[in-house]
């Protein structure tokens, strides 16, 4: 499998209140598939033919937290963090790990755009 580039879109996630009919609508539309995650309340997107999954769906208790949002891996989400910041934007939430150890933050650019930034698990 090939490691994806520092600063590159990696990973994408649509955040939702109807998780089912999000499901059907991409499925139908670009025939993508769909794997729960065992902890609940979020669904894996695998393209067709695709080594891994590409993005999550996002189960949102309601629809003012629905959003669409791309997340870029970067080596350093504090360092990604404080560059936001240097460059005129803001940080939305700030990092989080999870207890896997991914660690990501969402940001927003100088419009107000947010997107995220992570990093994987060490393997």
């Not at 240097?86 to 969402?106: E, I, N, R, S, W």
């Amino acid at each position: 499998m090939t490691v994806p580039a520092f600063n590159t879109v990696t990973w994408f996630q649509v955040g939702t209140d109807a998780p089912e009919e999000a499901r059907r609508f991409y499925g139908d539309m670009f025939g993508w598939t769909f794997a729960g995650d065992p902890d609940g309340g979020y669904d894996l997107i695998s393209y067709p033919g695709a080594e891994a999954p590409s993005g999550g769906v996002s189960h949102e208790p309601d629809a003012s937290r629905n959003h669409a949002m791309f997340l870029v891996l970067v080596e350093d989400v504090d360092a990604a963090c404080d560059r936001t910041v240097q460059c005129g934007g803001k940080v939305a939430m700030p990092a989080l790990t999870t207890p896997d150890g991914l660690t990501f933050a969402y940001l927003e650019d100088p419009s107000g755009n947010r997107f995220g930034v992570f990093r994987p698990p060490a393997s």
